[in-house]
């Protein structure tokens, strides 16, 4: 799956090289509830699907470093999705089918404890569902103190010089078809637009009282829509000329950052940015000479907990069609109140 292929090897056949010991049983960190597989087609990311009893799981180890850490030692977004980036590639290049035809589409992270710096964690992996085109893989992190986050991509296959989908291939589906349990998976997008957006704004000005959210997760409840430019840096592209998915986070993290909006967004005392749910959607590529605009809203969820809010984020790049910005990435953040789970 080239950068982000799916598979590896199982647990109880790791070569010697890439043996290690768990540093826990990941049952004591990753609660059922977020391990439940309906019996139903599922959309990829929705649910976290647990290890296969079957099929190929590959692992490696990896340190969190200083680089990917934010000033209070919490392992980045960003960090986390460089790690998986480059664990995707080892295990595609360790299975033999690596492939440049593959794209990010969706991403979800479920962070049950966060991980920090210089802590030891256990990168395991496995595909968790197939599609015609496409595919989803489970990630499952595991710390030595204590990390323990479900991440779950869908990857779609491309024609690298069309760019347009093809289905996946006989070798792809007999290497790692048995770790997905026959569970099938769709490739919709669940996040909407920022609503209701009118007129041009200044940098960090309110733009329009927002309403609506995005199917699959919940409704919201009032909120504003504020806006700032998103210049691109050099450093944000990739070999393929665009921006990086893991580079994408780095507009989440800037307003994890943000007091202003971290106060909202997280409520006080007992809620963190860090531990929850985020998504990420990637609509279309951000290439050089685009001029993106980095929307958010604080809103309140349809959520039976009083005051849970949600963080939407938008990186929005004007068009003759679309002048007020076309939505290319988007990004929504759930925190866990403490007693979750």
Do not use: K
Request: hydrophobic share 35%; proline share 6%; with cysteine.
């Amino acid at each position: 799956m080239g950068a982000g292929g799916v598979g590896g090897l199982r647990d109880a056949s790791i070569a010697p090289g890439n043996r290690i010991t768990s540093f826990s049983d990941p049952s004591t960190h990753f609660p059922d509830r977020w391990c439940a597989v309906p019996m139903r087609r599922d959309n990829a990311g929705d649910h976290m699907v647990p290890l296969p009893p079957s099929g190929r799981v590959f692992t490696e180890r990896h340190r969190v470093r200083v680089g990917d850490c934010d000033p209070q030692g919490s392992w980045r977004f960003d960090g986390l999705a460089r790690a998986v980036q480059d664990l995707a590639g080892d295990d595609s290049a360790d299975a033999g089918v690596a492939s440049p035809g593959w794209v990010v589409r969706r991403t979800v992270v479920q962070t049950h404890q966060p991980a920090r710096f210089g802590e030891e964690l256990d990168l395991s992996t496995w595909c968790g569902g197939l599609g015609r085109r496409w595919a989803e893989r489970r990630v499952q992190v595991a710390g030595s103190r204590g990390a323990a986050i479900d991440v779950a991509m869908l990857w779609v296959h491309v024609d690298p010089s069309s760019g347009r989908p093809v289905p996946l291939t006989d070798e792809f589906r007999s290497r790692f078809g048995e770790a997905a349990q026959g569970r099938e998976v769709t490739a919709r997008l669940r996040h909407g637009d920022p609503h209701d957006i009118v007129g041009e704004a200044t940098d960090g000005a309110e733009v329009h009282a927002a309403s609506g959210g995005s199917e699959g997760a919940g409704s919201e409840h009032g909120g504003l829509v504020e806006q700032r430019p998103w210049p691109l840096r050099a450093t944000d592209l990739d070999v393929w000329g665009h921006v990086n998915n893991a580079a994408s986070w780095a507009a989440v993290e800037e307003l994890l950052a943000d007091r202003s909006v971290a106060e909202r967004f997280e409520g006080g005392a007992g809620r963190s940015g860090r531990r929850g749910r985020a998504e990420i959607e990637y609509r279309a590529a951000i290439d050089p000479g685009d001029e993106p605009t980095l929307r958010w809203q604080v809103a309140e969820t349809a959520d039976e907990r009083i005051g849970v809010r949600s963080l939407g984020v938008w990186l929005c790049v004007p068009t003759a069609a679309r002048p007020h910005g076309e939505v290319r990435v988007s990004a929504r953040l759930t925190p866990v109140v403490d007693g979750d789970g």
